[in-house]
């Protein structure tokens, strides 16, 4: 069996790890997910949120200013 399609494993992120990545608190976190505010992409597994690395950084890079 070849083996090149398949697609490395990734890291599904915590709300607590997303909560420091993005500099808020994790209250801070579930208070905009509540609202309705934007957000990273998350995945719901069961009853736990998670993120992918790339969502992350995704979310950042749009929502971030560049300061010249």
Same mark, same amino acid.
């Given at each position: 069996?070849?083996n090149?399609?398949?697609? $490395?494993r990734?890291?599904?992120?915590? !709300? !607590?790890? @997303? %909560? #420091?990545?993005? &500099?808020?608190?994790?209250?801070t976190?579930?208070?905009?997910r509540?609202? /309705? #505010? $934007?957000?990273? !992409?998350?995945? @719901? =597994? &069961?009853s736990?949120?998670?993120w992918? /690395? #790339? %969502? =992350? *950084? *995704?979310?950042? %890079?749009v929502?971030?200013? /560049? @300061?010249?």
């Amino acid at each position: 069996m070849n083996n090149t399609n398949l697609k $490395p494993r990734m890291r599904l992120l915590t !709300a !607590a790890e @997303v %909560a #420091e990545q993005l &500099g808020w608190s994790l209250s801070t976190l579930y208070r905009k997910r509540s609202l /309705q #505010e $934007p957000l990273p !992409a998350v995945t @719901v =597994i &069961g009853s736990s949120l998670r993120w992918t /690395q #790339e %969502a =992350i *950084d *995704d979310f950042i %890079a749009v929502n971030t200013e /560049q @300061v010249q």
